[in-house]
């Protein structure tokens, strides 16, 4: 592996085409590597695939008289694993192509690898002490074990489908039930670790690209009004992230006192009235100057197949900027699939996995130009 | 402390500025946060879940006011040794036991997370099949005490019967029931 001065010095005396011809062995690597971060959600599939990226469908479970896993002695987190590694065995998941990968034995990359595709969350890749990510092949389930809760079955689906997420999500939770003895209330539903999810213990959320309403300034005032009806509105990676690229995630609040089917009918209807209004300010915006919009996402791409150097935030916006002219027509043959798979691929994780080293931030965003650059069309 | 703008609510949110190395500090209630932008969307990476939790637990005219702090606070779960105290400052229950432990403490602050107290969504097959037992349990309840009212003691002792088997069935876990 060469060091830092030695891969600058390279890059400065040769044309990035070169570079990114150079050496086949790394681009095997990466090539393998690149399609375990690809993941099914970023198909670009699926109901209103332009607006919405993905759906996802979260429900937490615990089992009874086991204390939740922050207030869990080793030995009984170890116990609630060693559950988790039965019911695997038991039940058909073993053979329906789930297998099981204890946090504790994969390097911090790969974990923030993990995180980067939405499989875990950066609670349970922090956490060494008996945790483990149940994941199904297709990668659209997975079950997080010893997180906040004993068991957070995930179903993350492409495009708008939310109703389709939470009857997989359900299904694998009836099959866990069926081995399990859940910590259940008549009264309070679902008993989880934390009082925000009590109840159905459902969250349920949908990723969503608004590129005109950012554009057309009405995108604050939208979110806040979201944000007034019980729903939160968040970055690409949840909680405390920014938003960037025009993405915004939408999730219920809300976990008691409602049915599952009324918080996903509540977010579905919320998230119709976005993508509609992102529809007629996509509209207003084609009618306002289509010419401006074609020349924004063309020196978008422009930039992204030349540059030498991307920060995150500027590849994201760039790579809204694109998706809006691909969406729109303006801008042919960059298919949406790699669009999306690029969201995740330039993450720092993501980065570092495929280069197999550490890097600090000046070398990731060689990398990161790099990596668009192979794989923008 | 009341609010450093409006000085009439609680300050309940401590918002500490660094620009430029030099440091404000802002002690302000919820609604002035919320207007002078200190709480955008990001609240939870600005502010720990657990002061959030704490300020909900304790805030003044929720409806919990007949609960004075002095008598909660020392409450404990049996399940797994938590105080209802430290539950105020990690804003997250030790075991499911917790739940029934704090009682009707955690209503007024589910109230005020949910706008709800009362689960009406999915319930698990084998838990069904534990609340239908329930269910039948009371109804016969109810049929013995007529009997008994009637004096058709032979009928009632039929009655309490059918509903001590009821119970042992619940209380062996009800395993043989799930469905």
Redo the contacts between chains.
């Keep these: 592996m060469e060091d830092n001065r030695k891969a600058k010095h390279s890059l400065s005396e040769n044309s990035l085409e070169e570079i990114l011809k150079n050496n086949d062995g790394e681009n095997k690597m990466q090539q393998e590597r690149r399609s375990e971060i690809v993941s099914k959600w970023m198909e670009g599939t699926g109901p209103e695939a332009e607006i919405v990226i993905s759906s996802r469908i979260r429900l937490a479970r615990?089992i009874?008289?086991?204390?939740?896993p922050?207030?869990a002695s080793d030995e009984q987190r170890e116990k609630i694993l060693q559950t988790a590694k039965d019911v695997l065995r038991n039940s058909r998941l073993e053979e329906s192509g789930f297998g099981i990968m204890d946090i504790s034995v994969l390097s911090p990359v790969f974990r923030q690898v993990l995180v980067e595709k939405h499989l875990i969350s950066p609670l349970l890749s922090r956490e060494n002490r008996f945790s483990a990510l149940m994941l199904r092949k297709d990668e659209i389930i997975s079950i997080m074990v010893n997180e906040?809760d004993h068991f957070r079955i995930q179903c993350l689906l492409p495009g708008l489908q939310l109703e389709k997420a939470w009857q997989e999500a359900?299904r694998y939770?009836?099959i866990l039930?069926?081995h399990l003895?859940?910590?259940?209330?008549?009264?309070?539903?679902?008993?989880?670790?934390?009082?925000?999810n009590?109840?159905?213990g459902?969250r349920a959320s949908v990723m969503l690209h608004l590129p005109a309403l950012a554009i057309t300034q009405q995108i604050n005032r939208i979110?806040s009004a979201v944000?007034q009806v019980?729903l939160?509105?968040?970055?690409l990676y949840g909680?405390?992230?920014?938003?960037t690229g025009n993405l915004f995630q939408i999730s219920n609040?809300?976990?008691?006192?409602?049915?599952?089917e009324e918080i996903l009918q509540n977010l579905y209807g919320v998230t119709s009235q976005l993508i509609n209004q992102e529809k007629s300010a996509r509209e207003h915006l084609l009618n306002e100057g289509r010419e401006k919009l074609g020349d924004r996402a063309g020196r978008a791409y422009g930039i992204l197949k030349n540059a030498w150097m991307l920060s995150s935030r500027e590849a994201m916006q760039f790579l809204s900027d694109v998706r809006l002219g691909v969406d729109l027509g303006l801008l042919k043959g960059v298919p949406l699939k790699i669009l999306n798979e690029l969201l995740v691929l330039i993450r720092p994780g993501c980065l570092q996995y495929l280069k197999d080293k550490n890097l600090g931030p000046y070398e990731r965003d060689l990398e990161r130009a790099i990596q668009i650059q192979k794989c923008l069309p | 402390m009341l609010c450093e703008k409006c000085g009439k609510n609680i300050a309940s949110v401590h918002v500490t500025k660094i620009i430029n190395g030099k440091k404000t500090e802002l002690y302000l209630c919820e609604n002035c946060a919320g207007e002078k932008g200190e709480l955008g969307f990001s609240f939870e990476g600005k502010f720990p879940l657990h002061q959030f939790f704490s300020n909900l637990m304790s805030f003044p005219g929720s409806g919990s006011g007949k609960v004075a702090s002095t008598s909660y606070s020392g409450l404990q779960c049996p399940g797994c040794g938590l105080t209802y105290a430290q539950f105020g400052q990690i804003g997250r229950f030790g075991c499911d036991r917790c739940y029934d432990s704090f009682g009707e403490n955690l209503l007024p602050l589910l109230r005020r997370l949910h706008g709800n107290q009362k689960h009406i969504g999915k319930i698990p097959a084998r838990v069904g099949s534990h609340v239908r037992l329930k269910k039948d349990i009371e109804r016969l309840r109810e049929e013995l005490q007529k009997k008994v009212a009637e004096e058709a003691f032979e009928e009632a002792a039929v009655l309490r019967d059918k509903i001590r088997k009821l119970e042992n069935k619940i209380s062996s876990g009800g395993e043989n029931h799930g469905g």
């Design positions: 615990n009874r008289k086991m204390p939740f922050p207030l906040e359900s939770d009836d039930e069926s003895d859940y910590a259940f209330d008549e009264e309070k539903g679902y008993l989880t670790a934390c009082p925000t009590v109840g159905t459902l979110l944000s019980g939160a509105v968040r970055g909680e405390g992230t920014e938003m609040q809300i976990t008691l006192g409602q049915s599952e």
